[in-house]
């Protein structure tokens, strides 16, 4: 014990104490670096976080006329493109939309009203081959082709458009 008691006691340095010091000046430039990266990552998650919550807040609205309705949000929002154009609010689309879903709905159940009399117009049927009623989407895609194909008057357009619940396509006549 005495031996290392006595190394201990007799060591001396005498180098330069320079490296030292700039490997402590080189961290401390480097731990506010670090600190100020930390700061702009913090920053820029917090905004990526309020971005996304922005994006789903702004899909609400059609995933649930989506989930109502039973059209895909791809199609709703071509629709709503296409309305815009035309000046239409997307309010007003999704209301007629809507309308419409509910007419296809009392078509199918009741066998009358204003709707089944507007399908036998167009000359389409609500329930596929297997007895089903056909989806949403595929019977507004009927109800624009019978319109570009079958000879109808203007005004003809408009009043089925209107027993459909989809006053809305009048705008687009």
Do not use: C, H
């Not at 430039?29 to 600190?35: F, G, R």
């Not at 154009?85 to 009392?106: P, Q």
């Amino acid at each position: 014990m005495a031996i290392v008691n006595e190394l201990v006691t007799r060591f001396d340095y005498q180098g330069s104490a320079q490296p030292l010091n700039n490997w402590n000046s080189s961290l401390s430039k480097a731990i506010s670096q670090l600190a100020i990266f930390a700061t702009a990552l913090q920053g820029v998650v917090f905004f990526t976080g309020s971005f996304v919550k922005e994006a789903s807040e702004s899909v609400k609205p059609l995933s649930q006329l989506s989930d109502k309705i039973g059209l895909s949000i791809e199609l709703i929002q071509e629709l709503e493109f296409v309305s815009r154009n035309f000046g239409i609010e997307f309010e007003s689309l999704s209301d007629r939309l809507v309308t419409f879903s509910e007419k296809i709905g009392e078509a199918f159940l009741f066998k009358e009203g204003t709707a089944v009399e507007a399908f036998k117009t167009l000359n389409i049927e609500i329930i596929d081959s297997n007895g089903n009623l056909r989806k949403t989407d595929d019977l507004l895609f009927s109800v624009i082709n019978k319109f570009e194909r079958l000879n109808l008057t203007k005004q003809e357009k408009i009043f089925l458009a209107e027993e459909l619940g989809l006053t809305i396509l009048s705008k687009l006549l």
